[in-house]
């Protein structure tokens, strides 16, 4: 069982704030890291790695420092964002060499039980210049398991995955969450993050959000006023029935057709709209959310 | 943690210098070496002058600084930039291990692609003295191992590592070499002829004391391999962004 602990941390890169005075503790089980492109997730992990030293504050694990102190290496199984590999070997040679590197005993042995793991054995044996995205990802996976780590610390693992890729890799990482390993993965997507990890760190513009299990993140980040345009087949009934209902706080018709409406029970309000458009014989035609976007979510969470 | 020499990364490494096209410049400098040699004892016959100056001008100068900086910034360069080094670096071992088993495999290619052609050359061009050629390989060893330990820092230090590797060849040790005397105090190449003379018993720099180029070589080899490791302890795998 290994926790990261996280005190007062700031990262700054010249006159540029990546990280700003964030306290965390990554304990075992899976942890999400959920934030916005830049928004200084890369950067943490960068130091809970030991790949970066904090500007201020403390980063350790188990109540040793990351920075300088290459021994930390034996608990941390790392899988980088970056695509590079040495990509003139073979999958097989790149996680023997990993096992060789790391000293265990039976090299051969930890890296076919690794590659296993991740269901690249037909693939081992090709060069990794040949290897897909998803492969490729699976295969710097299968390196940093092969010294069986009881930290795995992954930087975006999901880019790039085709959706079966994805469901096999949320397996594995729920699986080494329930075998007590302390697993950390950063994400820009609720839904990805929702499904694997039980609690949720999230970090907007370099500063800790929010924090709790994913229950609590979404009932903030849904919450919230939501605005949706629909074009129907009778926009004037259709506002005035939405605005009868407690789930809707505004409606306007908009000049070039169509209602804007602000909902204020996001989850109320979907049950809600369909059911009275049916009641009401309104046919709709489109409802398209108009702030959706992550950056509004999370521009709402850091304002809360 | 305990300094030692790891196979793995002497393996990637050498995988990694020759598996790209660069490579093959390591064949083809000690074989334009060996060939003038052939030809300078073809058209000129055993001849002093024109030996010392192939094998110095040539050998020393020009051959043994770009065999070690191919090797060296093969080895580490790529590595740094693409950022594949931090599976090395993400292993409990000693970031001197990681330095010291590259810099084994760039002397290697030294010894292969430099050192033995200078030998072999300098056997071509002065066969009645055999010392003539150990000498100045006995020189290129030294300079070579010099020139990786620089080039490995330079390689760590920044991303234009081979750029400026080439430039500082130009400009300081080709250029500013031959027109000012006083650069002979430091620079690698007249350090490496100045070892190589008593050996090879020809005069190759004036004014230069073995003793002296012999403990600036070292201290050159021990300040890179130690601040390059260094470096190595404290790297940023996010980059400067």
Redo the contacts between chains.
């Keep these: 069982m290994s926790v990261i602990l996280l005190e007062h941390v700031s990262r700054w890169y010249r006159n540029v704030v990546a990280v700003n005075d964030v306290s965390m503790t990554i304990g075992p089980g899976v942890t999400g890291l959920l934030g916005p492109n830049g928004a200084g997730k890369s950067t943490l992990i960068a130091m809970m790695s030991g790949f970066l030293a904090p500007s201020t504050g403390t980063v350790t694990l188990d109540g040793e420092p990351l920075w300088r102190n290459e021994k930390v290496y034996r608990k941390i199984g790392l899988v980088p964002e970056r695509e590079a590999l040495f990509d003139y070997l073979t999958g097989r040679q790149f996680v023997v060499a990993n096992a060789e590197l790391h000293g265990l005993a039976d090299p051969g042995a930890a890296a076919q039980a690794s590659i296993a793991l991740v269901e690249m054995t037909d693939a081992q044996d090709r060069t990794i210049s040949t290897y897909s995205k998803g492969m490729r990802q699976r295969i710097k996976m299968a390196s940093s398991l092969v010294h069986d780590p009881t930290v795995l610390l992954l930087d975006e693992p999901f880019n790039g995955m085709d959706p079966r890729q994805r469901m096999h890799l949320m397996e594995l990482l729920r699986t080494m969450g329930a075998e007590g390993r302390t697993v950390l993965f950063s994400s820009h997507i609720l839904e990805e993050v929702e499904q694997v990890a039980r609690q949720i760190e999230v970090v907007v513009a370099g500063r800790h959000a929010a924090s709790g299990d994913f229950g609590a993140i979404r009932r903030l980040m849904t919450d919230r006023p939501n605005r949706f345009v629909l074009r129907t087949g009778d926009d004037r009934t259709m506002a005035s029935v939405l605005l009868a209902d407690g789930s809707v706080r505004g409606a306007r018709l908009r000049p070039e057709g169509g209602i804007e409406i602000e909902a204020s029970d996001f989850g109320r309000f979907s049950e809600v709209l369909p059911r009275l458009a049916r009641d009401h014989g309104v046919r709709l035609l489109e409802v398209t959310p108009t702030d959706e976007s992550l950056e509004s979510v999370f521009a709402y969470l850091v304002s809360a | 943690?305990s300094v030692t020499f790891?196979?793995?990364?002497a393996?990637?490494g050498v995988?990694?210098v020759f598996?790209r096209r660069r490579g093959v410049l390591l064949f083809v400098l000690p074989a334009v070496l060996i060939g003038l040699a052939v030809l300078v004892r073809l058209l000129v016959g055993e001849d002093e002058l024109a030996a010392r100056n192939t094998l110095y001008g040539l050998g020393l100068v020009v051959v043994v600084p770009l065999v070690a900086l191919l090797a060296t910034t093969g080895l580490l360069a790529p590595e740094i930039d693409?950022?594949?080094i931090?599976?090395?670096?993400?292993?409990?071992?000693?970031?001197y291990t990681i330095v010291l088993s590259k810099l084994a495999v760039a002397t290697a290619c030294v010894v292969a692609f430099a050192v033995v052609p200078v030998l072999a050359a300098g056997l071509v061009l002065r066969t009645s003295e055999p010392s003539f050629g150990l000498g100045l390989g006995l020189g290129a060893f030294t300079g070579g191992l010099a020139y990786c330990a620089l080039f490995a820092l330079l390689s760590v230090l920044t991303r234009h590592a081979v750029v400026v590797g080439l430039i500082y060849l130009l400009i300081w040790e080709s250029l500013l070499g031959g027109l000012l005397d006083g650069v002979r105090w430091l620079s690698v190449s007249r350090w490496s002829a100045a070892i190589a003379e008593p050996v090879a018993d020809v005069s190759l720099v004036d004014g230069l004391g073995v003793g002296y180029a012999a403990v600036a070589t070292t201290l050159v080899i021990v300040l890179g391999v130690w601040l390059t490791g260094r470096r190595l302890?404290?790297?940023?795998?996010?980059g400067?962004?």
Excluded at chain 2, 6 to 9: K, L
Excluded at chain 2, 233 to 238: E, I, P, Q, S, V
């Design positions: 943690m790891s196979t793995t990364v393996r990637i995988r990694s598996g693409d950022g594949s931090s599976y090395l670096l993400a292993k409990p071992i000693s970031r302890r404290a790297f940023n795998l996010t400067d962004e």
